[in-house]
């Protein structure tokens, strides 16, 4: 064994400990291997970074793009609610439309990026139907690899030997050339999992560790009917919070002291507290409505907040020794003593039925809360509360999805039918979501 063979194997074992650890950043290790090859003499300067010029790499850009944009303007939520309404939350048909969607769109897209479309669709499905975690998404990978050999930018592994056989002066791959041998894998696979393979996967990760896992939370909060709210005379099946925001209703306070149970037909008046819970995107959306509000919200009773630019949203768990613990928020004086105003709670889990101010918490409880970013601050300097991470301001503006989906339909069209090459036609595509703001360079 020569010493520059020595030298390659030590770096490829240390790069595959620090992939398995998880101790350093992909992107870090991954430019660390090229630094190592160049100082080492194994790979010449000139080619060390080549790879940045690859007509590959800048299709992978602008496809990767596009499918953040589609995220950013409400398509994954829309798409969600979709599916829901499709299957009924029957798990079976839920998981065949899981299957059948992932694999589909991995023909016209990288297996990987479809597969990151439908995590936190299949995610938050599996929370409403509480279906196992394992259950959904292990089916989700795999008809996601199933597809990955039906069209040429189904998978990079396509891409990029499609890209040598030019540098032997073999006609590259066309878009459809793997299909006829790809779509009879990809249908029987997905048959074999719907009938056999789903039949035999554990069920691995209980629903608390299914949600801190995958960073799905489910919160309690109240929403305030408004006066003069489109939603006064409508019954809970036609508020929409059920069908179009997946918020589920526990209890509906009226005058403060007449609770009544989350009947369908239950007619809503002015001044109605809803004791719901779900997801927090989908409790921050109301924030879009007009004639419903999130009951603690601080525009409700600080007028010195005009906008929202002036607020900055955290979530906060509770550590041990916390003084807040066997305490409300009421009871504490979180508001005054902090400034801050607590949106919602989860609670590893459960399900809490009481109002937010008379919820006694609990050590781990996680805390949705709103405020001025000094106060945040003076918030984080408490040892026995620890800030979880900042919740994105933005949300998504279902106005410009249309244009998100024609911009990804019309690049893929433009690729497909050979136009132009396929890197000339995603890049454009995600050069002109910038214009109307479905996606921004921050």
């Known amino acids: 064994?020569?010493?520059?063979?020595?030298?390659?194997?030590f770096i490829l074992i240390t790069v595959l400990v620090l992939f398995a650890t998880e101790r350093v950043p992909v992107d870090v290790i991954s430019l660390g291997v090229v630094v190592a090859l160049v100082v080492t003499g194994l790979l010449p300067m000139e080619r060390a970074f080549a790879g940045f010029g690859s007509e590959t790499v800048m299709m992978f850009l602008?496809?990767?793009i596009l499918t953040a944009a589609l995220s950013r303007t409400g398509v994954v939520d829309a798409a969600g609610r979709t599916i829901i309404r499709a299957t009924g939350e029957d798990p079976r048909r839920l998981l065949l439309v899981i299957m059948v969607g992932a694999a589909g769109l991995s023909t016209f897209m990288s297996?990987?990026?479809a597969a990151a479309f439908f995590?936190?669709?299949t995610v938050g499905l599996a929370q409403r139907t509480r279906t196992s975690a394992s259950q959904l998404l292990m089916p989700l990978a795999f008809a996601a690899i199933l597809a990955s050999s039906v069209t040429l930018v189904s998978t990079s592994t396509n891409i990029v030997v499609s890209g040598l056989m030019t540098r032997y002066d073999m006609p590259p791959m066309g878009m459809f050339e793997l299909t006829p041998v790809g779509v009879p894998i990809m249908v029987l696979g997905i048959?074999?999992?719907?009938?056999?393979g789903s039949r035999i996967i554990p069920n691995r990760i209980g629903e608390g560790e299914f949600e801190n896992g995958f960073g799905v939370r489910i919160y309690l909060t109240?929403?305030?009917i408004r006066p003069n709210s489109p939603l006064i005379g409508k019954t809970l099946r036609e508020s929409g919070l059920g069908s179009e925001l997946d918020l589920k209703v526990l209890r509906v306070v009226r005058d403060k002291n007449q609770y009544f149970g989350p009947r369908a037909d239950l007619s809503l008046q002015e001044g109605d507290v809803l004791l719901v819970e779900g997801q927090r995107d989908e409790i921050l959306k109301i924030k879009d409505r007009t004639g419903i509000d999130i009951k603690a919200d601080v525009k409700l009773s600080d007028p010195s907040l005009r906008s929202d630019e002036t607020l900055h949203l955290v979530e906060a768990i509770?550590?041990?020794?916390?003084?807040?613990?066997?305490?409300?928020?009421?009871?504490?004086?979180?508001?005054?003593?902090?400034?801050?105003?607590?949106?919602a709670i989860n609670r590893h889990g459960e399900t809490i039925r009481r109002k937010i101010s008379q919820v006694p918490l609990q050590m781990g409880d996680v805390l949705l809360i709103q405020g001025r970013q000094p106060n945040v601050a003076l918030l984080a300097s408490d040892r026995t509360i620890s800030i979880l991470g900042q919740v994105e301001g933005q949300r998504p503006n279902l106005q410009r999805a249309p244009i998100a989906v024609a911009l990804f339909v019309g690049s893929l069209l433009v690729g497909t039918v050979g136009w132009v090459p396929l890197p000339g036609a995603w890049l454009p595509g995600a050069a002109l979501a910038f214009g109307p703001r479905c996606y921004t360079l921050k």
Not at 191 to 196: C, E, S, T
């Open 119 to 121: 995590l936190p669709i």
């Open 1 to 9: 064994m020569t010493t520059e063979i020595a030298v390659l194997l």
């Open 191 to 196: 048959a074999y999992m719907y009938f056999i």
């Open 62 to 64: 602008g496809l990767l």
């Open 222 to 224: 109240e929403l305030l």
């Open 111 to 113: 297996n990987t990026a």
């Open 318 to 343: 509770l550590l041990p020794g916390s003084p807040l613990i066997g305490r409300t928020l009421k009871r504490f004086r979180f508001r005054e003593r902090y400034g801050l105003q607590v949106l």
